[in-house]
């Protein structure tokens, strides 16, 4: 998503405060982040501190809302990171919307404009194609939503729970990436 992000930031002419982890600071290189007018929220990891989400509401409530822009680079609610779960970037996104009342451009998943993307880079149709995560939501229901097929991986993030899931049910289920 951050080159998709990053093409927009540019054809919209916006200046973003970034909040993603240092490490993906290079994707944004050439971009103008003095004075920002706009908010970009991706996998910050313990950079979502206090301090860096009042940074990112500062930036958000600093012109009227009609002027302003929030783009996230997915919208995943928790991940599995060295065994344990943890916050993704959708409850950040979540309390900055609910403290300034705009709502986030969703740019990955499980936006359509990500997925759309990744079947026009292939130059194939949807339903030729296969989406296998461990997400029920953003990775199945997302690829599901534009017409392809979604596979729950019973890897990484997955719960018991998604076998009957209430909103999304998968193609199929698989119990490693191998088995699909």
Not at 133 to 148: E, F, K, M, R, T
Not at 161 to 180: K, R
Request: glycine fraction near 8%; aromatic fraction near 10%; charged fraction near 25%.
């Amino acid at each position: 998503p951050a080159p998709v992000v990053k093409s927009l930031l540019i054809e919209r002419k916006l200046r973003p405060f970034l909040l993603v982890h240092p490490s993906a600071h290079m994707d944004y290189e050439g971009l103008d982040i003095g004075d920002p007018n706009c908010v970009v929220l991706g996998d910050a990891g313990e950079y979502f501190s206090f301090e860096n989400m009042n940074k990112a509401f500062r930036v958000l409530t600093s012109k009227p809302k009609e002027d302003m822009s929030f783009f996230t680079l997915g919208f995943g609610r928790y991940y599995r990171h060295n065994g344990e779960l943890v916050l993704d970037v959708a409850p950040f996104a979540k309390a900055l919307e609910f403290a300034t009342g705009i709502q986030p451009e969703i740019i990955g998943k499980p936006s359509p404009i990500f997925f759309q993307t990744a079947v026009m880079d292939m130059q194939l149709e949807p339903h030729e194609c296969v989406m296998i995560g461990d997400d029920i939501i953003s990775d199945v229901g997302g690829a599901q939503n534009i017409g392809l097929r979604g596979v729950q991986v019973r890897t990484g993030k997955f719960t018991k729970d998604w076998e009957n899931h209430p909103q999304v049910t998968p193609d199929g289920f698989v119990d490693n990436l191998s088995e699909a």
